[in-house]
């Protein structure tokens, strides 16, 4: 059989995916949520590339912090030559305890100046935008775990009225807690004076029932991936209000 001559045929470029902002996301080896709630924004324009990076079932400070050493070669898969807009950690106990500097510092070896965030300071900024300054809290964390988020809440300057949790250790098991279980513990925890809830855990499930348990507590609904997306939308100048999914993501940055 004769083979014919390979032409060499024209093409043209474009921006490709992502032509409006490219976010990187560093998701935890183990987390069965986030992406799939990254997905659930589909913003024209918008894309989520994401990296894992390897963790430990069982969720203790001492499992956590021992991330800090695998982030930067996490945060090495994104390739730089996409240029991100913005990168993100999706862990956000682990990032209590690392600190909004360490993260940073550990993403910016890859990719040196790059903006960043994580969910706790992602949160401490929506609350912000939110005017929110008494937080309910809801985890799924052991007490050792929930004791450093209520801690970089207060420090923020942030007064934390009740703290609830599930006190499940595996995170695993976590991921797999329902929505209707998550609802009520929103419900117990909104119960407290406060101006905004908080729903700590990248793996807690919240995005698709935001706009109804708000309507129902009365008072903005806050989760771990929720602030992480909308804080690196707002870093990265995507301001779309989406009304669908609560009260933060018809809010901007405040100074």
Known sequence: MT???LQ???FDTDEGYGSRARLGLIVLQSDQTIEAEARMLDIEGVEFYHSRIPNDVEVTPETLTDMEQRLPIAAGLLPADFGFDAIGYGCTSAAALIGESGVTADIQASHPGATCSNPITAAVAAFRALRAKRIAVLTPYTADVTAPIAAYFADAGLAV???????????LVVA??????ISEGIRAVAGADCDAVFVSCTSLRVL????????????P???SNMALFWHLLRLAGVNDEL????QLFKRQIRA
Request: net charge negative; charged share 35%.
């Open 3 to 5: 083979v014919p001559e």
């Open 8 to 10: 060499r045929l024209p």
């Open 161 to 171: 009225t009740v703290l609830g949790s599930f006190l499940e250790p595996s995170d």
């Open 176 to 181: 797999r807690i329902s929505e209707a279980s």
């Open 208 to 219: 698709e029932r935001v706009a109804e348990i708000e309507d129902e507590v009365g008072v």
């Open 221 to 223: 609904v806050v989760s």
């Open 243 to 246: 009304d669908e999914y609560g």
